[in-house]
Nanobody
Framework: QVQLAESGGGLVQAGGSLRLSCAAS????????MGWFRQAPGKEREFVAA??????????YYADSVKGRFTISIDNAKKTVYLEMNSLNPEDTAVYYC????????????????????WGQGTQVTVSS
């Protein structure tokens, strides 16, 4: 099992930026996927971004709503995944969750919340207009 701890959420004005961090501990491996999902009040949890790594390749995926504004990255040495969020708008307000799995996920599976085995507690991001 992997333990995940998010940080970096907060209140920001529209147009501003935030960087979320998710530190992983426990049974991580060299082949894994990590993702960010978010859930706004009254809405279902939705995919934001994911990074899929194997020994030979690394791939990133983004929801259309954040493409070009958000960047997911990973520091393997620190076992930490980041979500750099720029040009934030009020529609980005949500609780952001980090998720991970040690299983191999294909490009489609990496977008599905049900494919991830471990979840963080979430961090609130609020964007004011």
């Amino acid at each position: 099992q992997v333990q995940l701890a998010e940080s970096g959420g907060g209140l920001v004005q529209a147009g501003g930026s935030l960087r979320l961090s998710c530190a992983a501990s426990g049974r991580t491996s060299s082949s894994y996927a990590m993702g960010w999902f978010r859930q706004a009040p009254g809405k279902e949890r939705e995919f934001v971004a994911a990074i899929r790594s194997t020994w030979s390749a690394r791939r990133t995926y983004y929801a259309d709503s954040v493409k070009g504004r958000f960047t997911i990255s990973i520091d393997n040495a620190k076992k930490t995944v980041y979500l750099e969020m720029n040009s934030l708008n009020p529609e980005d307000t949500a609780v952001y969750y980090c998720a991970a799995t040690n299983r191999y996920l294909d490009a489609t599976q990496a977008l599905g919340a049900e494919q991830y085995d471990d979840w963080g507690q979430g961090t609130q991001v609020t964007v004011s207009s």
